[in-house]
Nanobody
């Protein structure tokens, strides 16, 4: 069983930056396709970014392209999401997700089998 723990959220002003981290426990996640999703109050969970196990393929939601960057450090068993040029509409709980069922980091929530509890990101205007 893979357990995911996110960290790095917080309160920032518009235009600020944060770096989120996701560290699985229980086993190495070297072979897992990883994703980041977010959920704002009253809204459905939406895809933000994904990364293949090798790091060779990435996928981003149009709303974050050019501002967010997903990366992984397999030696540290950690996945990162760098958030730059933050906007108030980026405010949400950000969740890390993992799967072994696909090599391409699809934006579908149904692809991912393991989820973290999330970390809150709040962007003030």
């Amino acid at each position: 069983q893979v357990q995911l723990a996110e960290s790095g959220g917080g309160l920032v002003q518009t235009g600020g930056s944060l770096r989120l981290s996701c560290a699985p426990s229980g086993r190495t996640f070297r072979s897992y396709t990883m994703g980041w999703f977010r959920q704002a109050p009253g809204k459905e969970r939406e895809f933000v970014a994904g990364l293949s196990w090798s790091g060779g393929s990435t996928n981003y939601a149009d709303s974050v392209k050019g501002r967010f960057t997903i990366s992984r450090d397999n030696a540290k068993n950690t996945v990162y999401l760098q958030l730059n040029s933050l906007k108030p509409e980026d405010t949400a709980v950000y969740h890390c997700a993992a799967t072994l069922r696909g090599t391409y980091p699809s934006g579908s929530v149904h692809l991912y089998d393991y989820w973290g509890q999330g970390t809150q990101v709040t962007v003030s205007s």
